[in-house]
């Protein structure tokens, strides 16, 4: 049966839309990105609480970010981007002093250079270690020289640049309308009365379908075991009525548990403090109700676009196009059947 | 800021083969300018391998063999019949194994059947294979059975059975051979979700291209008329729905269809598709050889779309700017009203 807005757009009740009628609130993440300060923690809290395993320890050229992606066996990642640009509003207190350039050039050339090699384009970070066979690349860092120096390799104040540090711990969005729910063929996937999705580790077959449903590229089939892993948002922590495991070790509360309507309202009371504030590049991502998955359970503040992140701008559920799909495929159908009848009609003795 | 000056790390550049852009590279379409996260994929490529296109194949192969089986019991076709009946079992007994052994944990298969869910067409798909398939080998059965084995009871009944048996699957056939189309569209794959209004039909003509050839090849051409005006029809359908896909796609999404490897596959299915096509029409009539290697033609055409359909929707995977580049175009629009 088709409820209103069950496929695509706000969804009042998302557990009561799934068959629970009584159930506790919908909860999910406010992951405040602009207090964040890359300690990796709730990596580190997620792997333990629920025994994820590990997804290799090199660092990957791209800042301090050794997870890369969301995947099978990293249910929190934490992103680093760093960019030239001053943060909103901020007073350094340095402007004469001298500070070196980020690199960040040289980086995202080595980086490059590693997805080409890559079998499924570097999209295996989260799930296990990037596997490239190159030399280990000089990435120019660390190179200091003495403050004040002058000259081409000098560091003075004529060549500091302004800098910025992005870090923010992505984690499954718990969707509205869940891509990888809508499309997992044996029910192993469910939604909880929390309005939360997870992945019932029984049932699951590997099919690999929630891999290409989902539209943020967060759950993954692990070669470990052959079944598809994702945050669960502590569902054993929520029945005995703690907060995740990543929210509880977070030292700054970047990462805020609770039910969303409230986090929702603390969130834009965050954005409009930041803006007074002069951060005016604050926006928060996924809380819309309106938005191609109906709103996230689990949501972000952001200083940037969200694809400078790897977020997608303008993710949509595949499911939106569903009766459409199966419009163009009976249409298509229909024409297999009469270009067969008519086959025989045509060839008649 | 201005956008010329920007670090290199927010505005990461790419051209088609994931090398940077540079003012040396001449694009067809001008590189888009986007930013993404140190040029890493923003969603997982599909864990699937070549059993899945291969299944693609198989599962139209069996489809349209089906189709032409039914109709030349029908008719009163008995080569062709038998043929199609033979093809489509083995076709569908290929498609099961991909299917299984491209599963994660492939002893847990039957797990599929626990639920039947609308939203999701692979769940879709394997209830309309469970309809389709137990009457394909009910009739392949019959066509197999020895002749000492025919006046025993089971024997009576089996052969009894066989026409019900069999025009029952071909009635779920055109479903079988047009799902998977939305199977590889239901998904966030900006290669595959792009394409969903046209690759049904791509997916349809493509198996009655493909199974019209192996009738073809498999059947004297005395009794091959039906698959002859089948392959036709499905090969004239093909093509033309692929020159729509690709026109009606997103500029940036529809490089990943027009370079690379997706982009061989495709040329070449589309070459062999012609060809085929031609000798169906202007030989096959006449010649059993022409029928056959005009037959088998078809054939390999309809495996090489259905893998270059499935390579493009790779590519699209492991570069951001098929995601983002449209996403973000999406927003801008928006905002402008």
Redesign the interface.
Known sequence: MIRENS?YGPLDDVAADAGHLEHPPRVGFFTDTSVCIGCKACEVACKEWNLVPDDGFDLL??SYDNS??L?ANTWRHV?F?????PLGGQRTGIAELPTGP?G??V???V??AR??HAE??????GTNPLEVHEPPQDLGMPSFSRPGDDGADGHGAEGRTDFRWLMESDVCKHCTHA?CL???????LFRTEFGTVVVQQD???????C????????????PL????HKCTLCYDRLHDGLEPACAKACPTDSIQFGELDELRERANRRVATLHDRGVTEARLYGEDPDDGVGGTGAFFLLL??P?????????VV??R??P???R??????????T??????L???? | ?STSDV????L?R?GRD???AGAVQREVVPAAD???????????????EWKVPAYLFTGGLA??SA??AA?AD??GRPALRRAGWLGSLAALLASVVFLVT?????E??H??L??A?P?????VG?WILTAFGPGVGLAAIAELLPRRLRPTVLGRLLRRSARPAGLASAVF???V???T??LL?????PAW?GA??????V??GS??AAS?GLMMALTPVEEA??????AA??AV?ELAASKVLEERLHPVVREAYTTGRAHRLRRCSEGLTVAGLAGTVLGARRSRAVSVGSGLALVVAGALQRFGVFEAGIAS????RY??VP??E??VQRSHG
């Open positions: 496929l050229g791209m890369g992606m995947g992103a981007v760093e960019q030239d640009i980020s960040t050039p980086m995202t050339e980086v490059a997805l080409r499924r384009g570097g999209s295996e970070l891509g809508d499309v997992c063929p044996t029910g192993a049932i699951c077959n590997g099919c690999g379908y891999v290409s449903g989902c539209p943020y590229g967060v759950i993954d089939r692990s075991d052959g079944r598809a940037d676009e694809e400078v992140y790897g977020l997608p701008p303008d993710p595949p499911t196009d569903a459409a799909m199966w163009a495929a009976g249409i298509a159908a229909a024409a297999f059947l270009a067969a009848v008519g086959s025989f045509g060839s008649r003795r | 800021m670090d290199p790390a927010r990461v790419h994931g090398r940077r986007f930013r993404s996260y140190y040029g890493r994929p923003v969603i997982k490529a599909p864990v699937w489809a349209g189709v032409l109709g029908l008719s491209d599963l994660g944990r492939p847990r298969f797990h599929m626990r639920v869910k939203t999701s067409p692979m769940s394997t056939a055109p479903g051979a047009s799902y189309a939305v569209s239901h998904t966030a794959v979700h969903r209004e046209q690759l049904p039909f997916f349809s198996a009655a019209g008329g039906p698959a002859r005006w089948f029809s499905g359908g995977t492991k570069d951001p995601v983002v996403q973000r999406r927003l």
